[in-house]
C-alpha cells in the first residue's frame, strides 16, 4: 500500500533562515512526488513535484526538494525563508499501483515564519 | 475560467438534508478529482472522472455520496441524507491528462457544515 509520512506538524523558523520540511513515503514502484501549499480558505496550490531525473527539482516561489530514493524522502526546503512562506504544506504521492486515479496526501505540516 | 471554480463556498446544512456542490474544472481537462478534507487532516480522495466516465468511486465513503460529470466537464458532487461527520470541505481538483507525473490543479474548496 501506498502511504506518505509528514513526522512534523509544526515547523517554526525565522525569517532569512532556511527551512526544510520532511515528507517520507511508501510505494510500489517508482515514486511520483508532489508538494503542495495551502494558505488560509484557500486550495492547495501545486509547488512542485519529482517524476524521474534530477534528484533535486526546483518549484514555484523559490522552493525545492530533494528526491532520496534511498530514504525513501522528498524533503521540502528553501534557503532563505519569508513571512509570507507560513503556510500549510502537503506531501502528495502517486505510484503505479495507485494509477492516475489517486493522489496520497500527506497530513500537512505548518509552517510558521517568525518575523 | 482560469481556474477551478467551486461553488458554494460555504453551506450550512441541517441534519438529513440533500446538498449539491458544484465544480467547473479547467477548460479542456481531461481528469476531475474529488477529494474530502477535514478539519487538520490531509485531503483525502472520493472519486476520479476521466472525461465523462467516473473510473473510481473507491474513496466515497457511503451511498449517500454521489458525483456526475455527464458532459465531461462539469461536475457534481451530492451527499443525501447529509450527517455531521460529512462536515469538511470538498476539494474539486482537474489535471490537463490522466498521466501520472500530471500535476492536480485545485479549486477553493466548498465547506460543508452540517447542524
Known amino acids: 500500500a501506498q502511504s506518505v509520512a509528514q513526522p512534523e506538524d509544526q515547523v517554526n523558523v525565522a525569517e532569512g533562515n532556511p527551512l526544510t520540511v520532511k515528507c517520507t513515503y511508501s510505494v510500489s514502484g517508482n515514486p511520483y512526488l508532489f508538494w503542495y501549499v495551502q494558505y488560509p480558505n484557500r486550495g492547495l496550490q501545486f509547488l512542485l513535484k519529482?517524476?524521474?531525473?534530477?534528484?533535486l527539482v526546483k518549484g514555484s516561489y523559490g522552493f525545492e526538494a530533494e528526491f532520496n530514493k534511498s530514504q525513501t524522502s522528498f524533503h521540502l526546503k528553501k534557503p532563505s525563508a519569508l513571512v509570507s512562506d507560513s503556510a500549510l504544506y502537503f506531501c502528495a504521492v502517486r505510484g503505479l499501483q495507485t494509477g492516475a486515479n489517486n493522489l496520497f496526501f500527506g497530513t500537512g505540516t505548518r509552517l510558521t515564519v517568525i518575523p | 475560467g482560469a481556474g477551478v471554480s467551486q461553488s458554494p463556498r460555504y453551506k450550512v446544512a441541517k441534519r438529513g438534508q440533500d446538498v449539491a456542490l458544484r465544480c467547473d474544472p479547467i477548460?479542456?481537462?481531461?481528469?476531475l478529482f474529488w477529494y474530502q478534507q477535514a478539519l487538520g487532516q490531509g485531503p483525502e480522495f472520493l472519486t476520479y472522472f476521466q472525461n465523462e466516465a467516473q473510473l473510481d468511486k473507491s474513496g466515497l465513503p457511503s451511498d449517500r455520496f454521489f458525483a456526475e460529470r455527464p458532459e465531461g466537464s462539469v461536475s457534481t458532487l451530492k451527499i443525501q441524507r447529509t450527517q455531521q461527520e460529512d462536515s469538511a470541505v470538498y476539494l474539486c481538483a482537474s489535471s490537463i491528462s490522466g498521466a501520472l507525473g500530471g500535476e492536480l490543479f485545485f479549486g477553493e474548496g466548498s465547506r460543508l457544515t452540517v447542524l
Open positions: 519529482y517524476i524521474t531525473g534530477d534528484n
Open positions: 477548460s479542456g481537462h481531461v481528469s
